[in-house]
Each structure stands twice: as C-alpha cells, then as structure tokens.
C-alpha cells in the first residue's frame, strides 16, 4: 500500500523523535514483562487497523454513518450526515493518512447540515461532528497544511461548522438559556425534556473555540450562560459536596432536578471540560479551573473507594445525595487521564499521584477479563456480588454488572495520559497489550464490530456495530501513545499547545493576538 508506506516513512523520517528522557521499548522497564516491538511498529500496526476499519467503511457504509461490519451494511444513527468520516478526519490527519483525508475533506463540503430524517443530540453533534470538522480545520490551516489537496476545502470545514452550529442554536431559545438537547430540525421543535449535565457542560469548548475563529461571539455566549447555571448550581441540595452535582437540569428553570451523580457518563465530560477550558484559555476561564479543583478535592475525600476483596485498588464512587453506590463503568475511566492533565497543568503532583492509581484500578478491570477487555459497568459492593462471580470478585476487586465492549477509548485514553506525564513505558505496554486484545477480539468482517461480553474468549457476540469513535478515539490514541513527538501530543510538562475535546479532537489552544 503506496499511500501508507509513504505517510510512515514521512511520520519516522530521520531519527526516531522521543519526548524527552523517555526510555524507549527499554528491557525490564514498565512491568518488566516481556520485550515490544519497537514503537514505530507498534503505531503502523494501529494505522493497519485504521486503514482496516476505514475501508470496510468506504466501501460498504460511506457516506452514511457507521458500517455494519460482520454484513457488510451501515447505519445512521447520527442523522445521517457521514459521522464516521467526520470522526475520522484528526484521526487520518495525525497518522499522516494524506489519501483518506482529502477523501474526507472532499466529503464535507456536500453536507446538508440543515436537514436529517432522524432526532438531532445537540451534545453528540457537537462533539462528533463540530469537534471534527474544527479539529481538521486546526490541522489544516496549521501544521498538516501539506495534506490538503484543495485549499477551499478547508475553508469549508469552518463554513460547514458554522452552518452546523447555525442549524443548532436554536436549542438554546429557552427561558434559562440552558439547551434542550432532543431536536427536531423538520420543525425547529424540541422534546422539551430535561438536559443533562454532561450534555449541557460539553458544548463549551467547540462552541467557543467555533466564535474565536470566526469573530461570532454568539456562539461562545450561548454556551457561557448554558454553563453558567452548572458554575452556579441551584437548588443548594443539588450540590452534595463542593463541586459535585446532580446530572438533571430544567431548560426552564435552569435548576438541578436531583443530587445524583460521579464521574459518570450523563455527568463525565462536564468535569472534563472545566479542565480543559483552563487549558485553553486560563485567562477567560479561571473560575472553570476553580471548580474542577473543587469537584477534584470532594472526589478525593468523598468518593474514593477501596474494594474489600482487593484493599490495593482505587475506585471512584457514584453518589445519590451523600450515599455512595458502589459502582463504575467504562465511560468513568477517562477520570485518571483528566486527573493526570489538571495535576500537571496546575503542578500539583497529588492530583496525578491520585489519577495514576484510578489509571492502575482501571487497567485492573482489562487485566482480570477472558478477553482482556474491561466491561462495561463494573462494581465492588461486598454485599451485593453474584454468587456465580464471587472467585472473580476474590481475586479481581470487582465484578461485573454489564460485560459488553462497545469499541470505548477511555482506558487506553487514560493510559495515554498517564504515559505523557510520567514517561513510563509501562503505560505503553499496557495500551499496546488492549490494542492487541480489542483487534483480536473485535475485528471481524469488513471491520470492527461491538461485543456483548468480555468475560468469554472470543467476545460472546458481535452486535454487528462500528461506532465512529472507534476511528475519532481509539485509535488515535492507541497510536499517539507510541508516535513520535509532535506540537498536538499532550504537554509532558504541563504546556499543552492543543487541547482534546471529549471526542479525542485535538483544537489549537487560544493565543491572543489570534486564534
Ligand atoms: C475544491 O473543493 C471545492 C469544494 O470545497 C470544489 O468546489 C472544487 O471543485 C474543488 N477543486 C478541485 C480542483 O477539485
Ligand atoms: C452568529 O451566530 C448566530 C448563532 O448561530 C447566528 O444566528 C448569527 O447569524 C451569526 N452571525 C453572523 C454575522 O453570522
Ligand atoms: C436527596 O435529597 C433531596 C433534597 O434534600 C431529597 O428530597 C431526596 O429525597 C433525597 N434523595 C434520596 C434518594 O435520598
Ligand atoms: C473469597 O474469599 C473469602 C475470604 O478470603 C473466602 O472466604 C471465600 O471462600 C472466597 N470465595 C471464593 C468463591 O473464592
Ligand atoms: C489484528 O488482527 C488481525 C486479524 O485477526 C491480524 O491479522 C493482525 O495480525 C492483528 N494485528 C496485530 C498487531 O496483532
């Protein structure tokens, strides 16, 4: 494949760029296992598997949203608008995959984003689909500049994100400014139901980052007075502990409708992104970081649980008012990484000490499975295991309430994370050891496809699914976890000059002066 070889060639061209005083493939280093191939091998077998999954989507779904890999079919469960090729433009752009993005970048201008059969997310459009086409916008008028073909594409990334955001706005016409998030575009209706937090608290970082490239403040003020309500929380009761909140918000009110939550999905991203807004622009977004320190703090004295059966682990609880469940999913483990982040942006080593040891807890629920996959939804209450996972309770530190895979980047996500900050090429052995797991248990077909249970070898089922993440998240951070270095990997050091949104879309950070 001529494409490839060249893309790699250019991508390892001349020595071998590590970060600094990064040990690499170093015998007995990490958990001292076994030798890795080196790492340039390592990131071409992850740009294998994407070329993989690109394929079988270009030939059997593109441009509907995801391929159906084991029939050779696709879905649009994203309004039909080609989500996997959006989500996978940063992705191809980062692995130097020249022939995929323009493929792409040729695509995006043909949307309709003003018209779908099917209920619009304002939440997952935002991120899948206006954090992609930023994304590759940044890339393309920036450092990838070389791997665009025709320059009024790349003008048309950020018009088709102004359109796409344009179609959008009206979510946010409602009493309090907090977004509906269920939309219907044939009538601008909405569902009128409750928001949620995650899905109010991250639109922020593309929609602000959509304003300070166009000069269109609009967009950024939507969403500040969105997020103002989270900042605020009301009723009091909402907020069981500093900076911890309940996950149910009233469009009308603005108001909390309960007190329950964690680091959990419906809450996740908005504890991600107070974070990250600091990292993009500390000066516009101080109390941000004040509240994530907040969140931080509670979470560490709060939530922090030990396993009976396995003392040696840490675990985040999830609360309804101050009682603590017992319970943590997949979705819940990116939580070590935005630790790790904060810890190193805001130089206190307690923070990336406490996100290491939910980085190691979570490596945990890889390690005990068949497939070497962690599940789902997870739990360690002593008096709630299953009789028949009571030996795997003993020895592993949790058992398992929901055992599907559904293709999730969180762990590897965290180890990414964990590998930036600290060097240790034991993160690297351990998202080289998933990425080896999840391509022997998920790949299938013209594809990679969902699973239903990763305690049996072989995965139970296939659910004949490839979500888009797959290509926006997995693999790109699967493959940044062994590339060289570059200006859009994660600071070592705490200076980030790009910042991830919750889909794994890298955005230039803000600098005065220019966008
Ligand atoms: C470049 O892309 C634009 C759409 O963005 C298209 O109209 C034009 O024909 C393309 N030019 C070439 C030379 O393909
Ligand atoms: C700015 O964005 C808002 C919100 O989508 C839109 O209504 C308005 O037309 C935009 N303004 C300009 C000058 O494009
Ligand atoms: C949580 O607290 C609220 C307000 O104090 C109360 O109305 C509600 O019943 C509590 N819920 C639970 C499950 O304890
Ligand atoms: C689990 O460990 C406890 C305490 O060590 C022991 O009593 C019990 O028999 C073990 N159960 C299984 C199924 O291994
Ligand atoms: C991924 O799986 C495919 C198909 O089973 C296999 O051919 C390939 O060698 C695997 N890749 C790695 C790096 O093990």
């Not at 441009?63 to 090729?85: H, I, M, Y």
């Not at 979500?467 to 062994?482: M, N, P, T």
């Amino acid at each position: 494949m001529i494409t490839k070889a060249v893309a790699l060639a250019a991508a390892f061209q001349g020595a071998f760029a590590l970060p600094k005083n990064v040990p690499v493939n170093l015998k007995g280093k990490g958990n001292g296992k076994r030798d890795l191939p080196p790492a340039e091998v390592r990131a071409e077998a992850v740009v294998n598997a994407f070329r993989t999954a690109w394929e079988g989507y270009s030939k059997y779904a593109f441009p509907n949203d995801e391929l159906k890999p084991v029939t050779n079919g696709f879905s649009n469960s994203r309004n039909q608008w080609g989500a996997s090729a959006v989500d996978a433009l940063s992705t191809a752009l980062v692995m130097g995959q020249k022939d995929i993005v323009n493929q792409i970048i040729d695509y995006i201008p043909t949307i309709d984003y003003f018209s779908t059969p099917s209920s619009v997310s304002l939440f997952e459009t935002t991120i899948r689909y206006l954090g992609g086409m930023l994304s590759g916008y940044d890339f393309l008028n920036g450092p990838l500049a070389d791997l665009a073909d025709n320059k009024t594409n790349v003008e048309q990334l950020l018009e088709q994100s102004k359109n796409l955001a344009n179609a959008l706005s009206y979510a946010f016409d409602t009493p309090s400014g907090v977004p509906y998030n269920n939309l219907d575009f044939s009538d601008r209706s909405t569902d009128g139901s409750n928001n949620g937090l995650a899905t109010v608290g991250t639109l922020i970082l593309e929609w602000v980052r959509l304003a300070d490239l166009t000069g269109n403040e609009t967009y950024a003020k939507l969403t500040e007075k969105a997020e103002s309500y989270l900042l605020a929380p009301k009723p009091a009761t909402s907020e069981p502990w500093p900076g911890l909140l309940g996950m149910s918000i009233s469009p009308t009110t603005g108001e909390f409708q309960d007190a329950r939550g964690g680091w959990i999905g419906g809450a996740d991203s908005f504890y991600e992104y107070l974070i990250k807004m600091y990292v993009y622009d500390p000066s516009r977004y101080a109390t941000y970081k004040d509240r994530w320190i907040l969140a931080v703090d509670s979470t560490i004295t709060h939530l922090t649980s030990h396993p009976k059966s396995r003392p040696d682990l840490t675990f985040v609880a999830m609360y309804t008012n101050q009682t603590l469940q017992l319970v943590s999913q997949h979705l819940a483990c990116f939580d070590g990484g935005n630790f790790i982040l904060g810890g190193q942006v805001l130089d206190k080593q307690e923070y990336i000490d406490y996100g290491l040891e939910l980085v190691n807890g979570c490596h945990e629920t890889y390690i005990a499975t068949a497939t070497g996959i962690g599940p789902e939804i997870f739990a360690w209450d002593d008096t709630k295991v299953p009789s028949a996972q009571a030996a795997f309770y003993n020895s592993s530190g949790f058992y398992i309430t929901n055992s599907a895979y559904q293709l999730r980047p969180e762990v590897i996500e965290s180890f990414y994370y964990a590998y930036r900050a600290t060097g240790d090429v034991k993160y690297q052995e351990w998202a080289w050891d998933a990425f080896l797991a999840i391509n022997a248990t998920t790949r299938v077909g013209s594809g990679f496809s969902s699973i239903e249970d990763v305690d049996v070898v072989g995965g139970g089922a296939f659910t004949d699914f490839q979500e888009s993440f797959w290509f926006a998240e997995v693999l790109k951070y699967s493959f940044l976890i062994h590339a060289p270095e570059a200006e859009w990997q994660v600071g070592r050091d705490g200076v980030n000059k790009w910042v991830f949104n919750t889909e794994a879309h890298p955005f230039k950070v803000f600098e005065d002066g220019y966008a």
